[in-house]
């Protein structure tokens, strides 16, 4: 297998100037060449332009290469070696006017190497992580040629049902919207003229995040309010810091699919916010217009979309089969068509692929046989990263962390599952490179301790799940399924934690469960593995678990009966080393939830920014005539902010630099944050506002300011926040973006429950 320096190769690539024939004078004048370039399009290749085609799936390869040549195709996405994409490239170069395509896949959270999943990078709370998990990204997925993610995803989401949830980065607007802008710069780079950068299409635009239910694909029905004020922000954030495309959502948006809103795509994305790239539909989205009943037929699907503002279509054959003869009977107008065929060739332009259409494939002297995931600058990034994504829950006794010593039972059916470390959306991510946990263990280990490993039960032996499992790892033909009877299994486990001195037990969910379309009902871990819980409970010896999965569980016999709860959501190719780098304390805990974890199902939504409430909402178990349930508890099991440390911290109340805000100054909080305990560590002191008297109806608290700190043993710091009037604005009934004067409230603290505050007022 021969192996390159990434680097070093895409540099070599950078020299390759090429002008294709489509090419005039004016190639430095973005306007003028893409102009130019339109009046010499004929209708059909203009609709070509407007076609994104998934590889393999909406035509075979031989054909492909024909329509290519003919210029009937914008784009293809879902190929991924640079072996695969040179002679896709040079057929759509034998096109008579020579326009290239672009490649795109979806780099989700890592191309090769495999970084955690979004809701682990958003519990890191630190946007150097975050933007170390896209930048190796875009590296690695431009030295394979391709030029464009379907990333990054930020769909607020406040229903863990939602099998997506493991997507995206939580539940909170101005938390996400930071995690958008910095995702957005670390895969465009400096310039997406570059080699090694990757235009990202936010997605999905918008509100795919609050499908009813939590269920795939349904309907969402909000008021604007609430659209403005919390769902929309991070797409608009994407925006402003110059995503160059935005994949448009599969649900409706108040009874208008958002495939055909011409609201969303135009007032709001292009006049009111001014995005100036390429709007995708989703896979198969105008066809789904049909299904959503608002076209009778292909024919009106295509018109609607179009006519919408929805550039390119993905995956679907309405624009190619129904544009001509639209526009030749004018029900579409020409001006529709050329206005998306600027777009594509605008973001053709941005990337480089005029002046070079190999920017990116390279020479083909310089095809690497393979670069997977084997860079190992990348991998101790994804290492590192890794590192940051873990949220320690529990740790009574100070159970945590493990001497590397004495015997260890590890069990469990996801402590050796190589493909489960991957995640949902595991681009080119190859399960045999993923380092797991018991693999992890033992190398950490090695002769000072001895580690008894038992699987101990399946992930789930309901037979419709499994089924539908083993179809998402079609390609990774690993056990997915152990055969033995369950008592078997158990027994195994029980004998091996009776030889222990403690038990580590990883379980959860599979990468499966928390995917596109994998919608749960309950988030409960799944029976098989509370039946092996309890087994290891019974034998009385120290429990330590372990947490994989894509979405918030229900935890309550988890809280009541471990003595050390690890949350590790999906944590890519390096995950088991950075779970044991926590576990045996080579690196302390600092990651904090960016979702709240609901005691069941039924409190489901328990985001922490809602709003007052006339018959209050009482965190705990208030009395008759508030607002509560009969059986629980009120507020999560674990808040919004949440994660402890090895070490301890105080914070002081927050000290403000004036009593009285005028509008156009700046109000500055400080607190002082100390490491009171005996190891190093870091955590992350949050800011929140909350508006005590408006207009409209206010959220207890809303995140305003983080900082992560890392401090030494008895050290400690001065912390700074400012506030201003921008921070203080929210949207009223009419719209208006604006801040009322009047009190406010400053709460600070560690997570989103326990908080110290202050007030002051805005004149
Ligand atoms: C998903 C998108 C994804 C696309 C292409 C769709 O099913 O909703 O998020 O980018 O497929 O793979």
Request: net charge negative; proline share 5%; aromatic share 8%.
């Amino acid at each position: 297998m021969k192996k390159l320096c990434v680097l070093g190769w895409l540099a070599l690539s950078m020299a390759w100037p090429v002008m294709t024939a489509a090419a005039p004078a004016a190639l430095d004048d973005r306007t003028a060449f893409i102009d130019g370039l339109l009046q010499r399009m004929t209708l059909q290749e203009k609709i070509g332009q407007l076609r994104l085609i998934s590889i393999g799936e909406d035509m075979p390869v031989p054909r492909l290469a024909g329509e290519l040549a003919a210029g009937n195709i914008g784009g293809t996405f879902n190929s991924v070696t640079r072996h695969d994409n040179r002679p896709l490239q040079e057929a759509a170069l034998r096109s008579r006017l020579q326009i290239p395509i672009f490649f795109a896949y979806d780099v989700i959270h890592g191309h090769r190497t495999i970084f955690p999943i979004g809701l682990g990078l958003a519990s890191s709370w630190d946007m150097e992580t975050v933007a170390t998990a896209g930048r190796v990204s875009a590296i690695e997925a431009s030295a394979d040629g391709l030029d464009m993610t379907f990333a990054p995803m930020v769909d607020i989401t406040r229903d863990p049902r939602w099998g997506r949830t493991s997507e995206g980065f939580g539940e909170d607007p101005f938390l996400v919207s930071e995690i958008a802008r910095t995702m957005i710069r670390a895969y465009q780079g400096q310039s997406l003229r570059e080699p090694d950068s990757l235009m990202a299409s936010v997605k999905h635009f918008a509100l795919y995040g609050a499908v009813e239910g939590g269920r795939d694909y349904n309907v969402v029905d909000m008021s604007p309010q609430r659209m403005h004020q919390d769902y929309l922000p991070p797409y608009r954030a994407a925006v402003e810091a110059g995503a160059g495309g935005v994949m448009v959502a599969l649900n409706t948006v108040n009874g208008v699919p958002a495939s055909a809103n011409r609201w969303l795509l135009q007032d709001l994305l292009r006049e009111d916010w001014g995005f100036s790239g390429v709007t995708i539909s989703d896979h198969g989205a105008i066809t789904e217009l049909l299904r959503h009943g608002v076209a009778v037929d292909g024919r009106e699907a295509a018109k609607l979309a179009i006519t919408a503002g929805l550039d390119m279509s993905m995956a679907d054959s309405l624009y190619a089969e129904h544009l001509p003869e639209l526009v030749e009977s004018g029900e579409v107008p020409l001006e529709s068509i050329d206005q998306s065929v600027r777009q594509v060739l605008g973001a053709k332009y941005d990337l480089g692929l005029f002046h070079d259409p190999f920017l990116r494939i390279g020479t083909a002297s310089g095809d690497p046989a393979d670069v997977n995931a084997e860079n190992r600058l990348h991998r101790d990034a994804a290492r590192e990263v890794a590192r940051q994504s873990l949220v320690l829950l529990e740790n009574r006794n100070h159970t945590l962390p493990l001497r590397k010593a004495g015997t260890i039972a590890l069990v469990g059916p996801l402590a050796d599952s190589h493909i489960d470390m991957l995640g949902s959306w595991s681009a080119a991510g190859v399960a045999a490179q993923t380092v797991t946990l018991r693999q992890a263990m033992q190398e950490a280990l090695g002769d000072h301790g001895r580690l008894l490993y038992a699987r101990g039960a399946n992930v789930t032996d309901d037979p419709a799940m499994v089924e539908y499992l083993n179809f998402l790892n079609w390609d990774n033909p690993e056990v997915v399924q152990d055969p033995r009877l369950a008592e078997e299994m158990i027994a195994e486990a029980v004998a091996a934690a009776e030889q222990a001195d403690i038990i580590v037990a990883a379980v959860g969910e599979s990468r499966g469960m928390s995917h596109e379309s994998s919608s749960r009902t309950s988030l409960q871990i799944p029976a098989s593995q509370q039946a092996l819980l309890r087994a290891l409970k019974a034998t009385g010896k120290p429990l330590v678990l372990v947490l994989m999965n894509g979405r918030p569980l229900a935890l309550g016999w988890v809280q009541a009966n471990a003595d050390a709860v690890l949350e590790t959501w999906f944590s890519g190719t390096e995950g088991g080393h950075a779970i044991a780098d926590v576990l045996f304390g080579d690196h302390n805990p600092s990651g904090k939830l960016p979702i709240s974890f609901p005691r069941s199902v039924g409190q489901i939504p328990t985001y922490y920014n809602h709003l007052r409430l006339g018959r209050p909402f009482v965190e705990g178990k208030p009395g008759n005539y508030t607002s509560q349930y009969f059986e629980e508890p009120n507020g999560p099991l674990y808040p919004f902010g949440y994660g402890l440390s090895y070490t301890t911290f105080s914070l002081s109340p927050p000290r403000l630099s004036t009593e009285v805000l005028s509008r156009g100054d700046v109000l500055e909080v400080e607190v002082t944050l100390k490491n009171t305990g005996k190891r190093d560590g870091a955590t992350v002191v949050q800011l929140y506002l909350h508006d005590v008297a408006a207009s409209q109806v206010r959220p207890v608290k809303e995140l305003k300011g983080f900082r992560k700190v890392w401090l030494k043993a008895g050290e400690e710091r001065r912390v700074r926040f400012n506030i201003d009037e921008e921070q203080l604005k929210f949207f009223d009934a009419q719209l208006r973006h604006l801040a009322e004067a009047g009190r406010f409230e400053v709460q600070v603290g560690l997570d989103s429950r326990q908080v110290q505050a202050q007030r002051f007022e805005l004149r």
